[in-house]
């Protein structure tokens, strides 16, 4: 059954968005340890860990117990072959009194937050965990803090729970306070958690994290966390789940952070590095907004309205109009004349203070005139209202509402920026570093996941929807110290950055990023 199906009201109140395939997968293969079996399934939709489980375990070697409120759903799940597979509950799981012993859980609870539960609910919920855990969490825990506690009463908490929550289940005082009031054995060994630039759930504004959680095996090994940065495959990342040690995350994927008893974790690759190696970006350049016109039918032009207006080149300048017009990480003369050529405007006409208007450009600000442009609001404020801010070209571009995919974009080809843009001007080179090579290297290193995911902390709304950020907030992300290394290391960094900067698709320069940023570390570490 398709989620867009559901009425949007319902998939509010339940909470209901379902769980990727691949991510469904690898769920219950590590909580079945990959072998045949029984699990339970506190909010089961429409059945997306069963099928799963049928496809990677096996068709008749999987079956579940499934709680679902949802009436469709309970319909299409009561018809699933053989009837054994799958014993399906129509009631609330939170006030459920069946038991499961030993039953392992795989679970994508609804991520309503606590406000939504009521206040009966939840008194019963609190009265319940006193008797069986003996603490009363907060009211505030979310709907996915309760299905956990109900699930680890309703097994008995000896079998492997696998549950994909909103990290706040994690972060949240609340969700610490019951982990910290749960036996250690139950505080999760392995957390795999959606980093800033791995959209696993569109549409949903939280950051998704899997917990992993193996009563028999807590003490074994050391617990990790792998912030993904994109999906390695189902495999590699089982067997990253199943290692005993901390080990590494499987190639280029991600980063892998400690995981400590009873401690926030946090999802920021080397948080702890802050002060050491890393600084905020107001160390290095200024962040200002780009041009705003005023006026853009005006003082915008393509090639033919140009030729056209009879104008004098020397009155124009190269401008980049909007993000979508900077896909690369650099923007070089030759896309500025490949968007020319698909009839973007590129020419802005920027008049300094002091011009003295005659022939055509006397005829054309004198119809911007009639046509009542001197009293626009930002027009108005300019002496005369025709002269542009148009500065020296920035030599960074930041693309600050961009959905998804935030870039910085080396200006090469020297353009002024519009207001879709926040525009970063760098303080000089240190010395004996070509300004060149300077630029390349803290435009890579404003592109690194570590530095995206300062952005994320950083931005205003985050999540997979629009994220704005304003220049005195993007001036405090941190980024790599790169003044810290000699001139000869980033003179190399900076070659190696050109290789990827230019790349057009987004995953092999996402990968080079990370590859890059791996280099620059380790270059940083030596100086420790
Ligand atoms: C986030 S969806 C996950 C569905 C499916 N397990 C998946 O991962 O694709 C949560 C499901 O739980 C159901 N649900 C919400 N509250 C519930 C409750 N108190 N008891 C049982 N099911 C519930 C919703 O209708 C929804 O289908």
Known sequence: MLQRDRPRDVRRTLGQFWTPDPIAELMVRWALHDEPGRFLDPGAGPLTFLRAARRTVGERRVSCVAFELDPDLVRAARAVRPPGAC???????????????????????????????????????????????????????????????????????????????????????????????????????????????????????????????????????????????????????????????????????????PLELGERPSIVPDAAETSLHRQPLFRCARVVRGVATGAN???????????????????????????????????????????????????????????????????????????????????????????TEARDPPPILFTYLSRGD??????????????????LRPLPAPPGVPPADWLACLAAALNTPGTLASLARHGRSYGGATRKIEPRELERIDLPALDELPPPVLRVLARRARSWLGEPAREPRRMAAARWEDELRGELAKLS
Do not use: M
């Not at 870039?407 to 080809?413: H, K, W």
């Open 87 to 257: 014993d399906v509950r129509a009631e609330d799981f939170l006030s459920a009194t069946a038991r499961f012993p030993g039953l392992p859980v795989v679970c994508n609870p609804p991520y309503s937050r606590h406000h939504l539960l009521r206040d009966g609910v939840k008194e019963a919920l609190v009265e319940r965990t006193a008797r069986t855990f003996g603490f009363r969490p907060s009211r505030f825990l979310g709907a996915y803090g309760w299905f956990l506690l109900r699930a680890l009463e309703t097994t008995g908490g000896t079998s492997r729970l696998c549950f994909i929550t909103p990290l706040e289940l994690l972060t949240s005082r609340s969700g610490l306070e019951l982990f910290r009031a749960l036996p250690e054995a139950l505080w999760p060994r392995r957390v795999i958690v959606f980093g800033p630039e791995f959209d696993a759930f569109p549409g949903v504004d939280a950051t998704a994290a899997i917990s992993c959680i193996d009563p028999q095996a807590a003490a074994a090994g050391k617990r990790a966390l792998l912030v993904l940065r994109e999906w390695p495959g189902v495999e590699p990342l089982r067997r990253w789940l199943e290692a005993r040690a901390a080990s590494p995350a499987p190639t280029g994927c991600g980063t892998v952070l």
């Open 297 to 387: 039918a005006f003082f915008l032009f393509d090639r033919a309205r140009r030729r056209a207006s009879g104008l004098p080149a020397q009155l124009f300048r190269r401008v980049i109009a909007r993000a979508r017009d900077a896909t690369r990480l650099v923007l070089s003369t030759a896309d500025l004349e490949a968007l020319e050529r698909r009839g973007r405007p590129t020419w802005l006409l920027a008049l300094p203070r002091g011009t003295v208007p005659t022939g055509a450009l006397a005829r054309w600000l004198s119809a911007g005139e009639q046509s009542g442009l001197a009293q626009r609001p930002l027009l108005s404020r300019r002496r005369p209202w025709w002269t």
């Open 406 to 423: 935030p870039r910085f974009v080396l200006n090469e080809a020297g353009a002024v920026a519009l207001t879709t843009f926040l525009v």
